[in-house]
């Protein structure tokens, strides 16, 4: 069984018919998307990941570092 997941902009009124070709455009960016998902950091569900990262930092962690970095700030050996 295949999932597919179709995300349309608010208020968009998709038909059967409009559904189907829609469903195929998602598919061909998610095709696209996945010659290039390890380098950006995508993880398909048909595999379990690889240990990436620390999972114990949470959205305003990431956002603290992000922060930093972008102002130069060195993150060796600091904590968020």
């Not at 469903?23 to 240990?51: H, N, Y």
């Amino acid at each position: 069984m295949d999932l597919y997941i179709l995300i349309a902009d608010p208020g968009d009124a998709v038909t059967l018919d409009d559904r189907v070709v829609k469903v195929d455009e998602a598919m061909r960016a998610v095709r696209r998307m996945s010659k290039v998902a390890e380098r950006v950091g995508l993880v398909g569900l048909r595999e379990r990941p690889g240990d990436y990262g620390d999972l114990s930092l949470g959205p305003r962690e990431l956002l603290d570092i992000a922060r930093r970095v972008s102002r130069g700030e060195s993150m060796q050996g600091n904590a968020p």
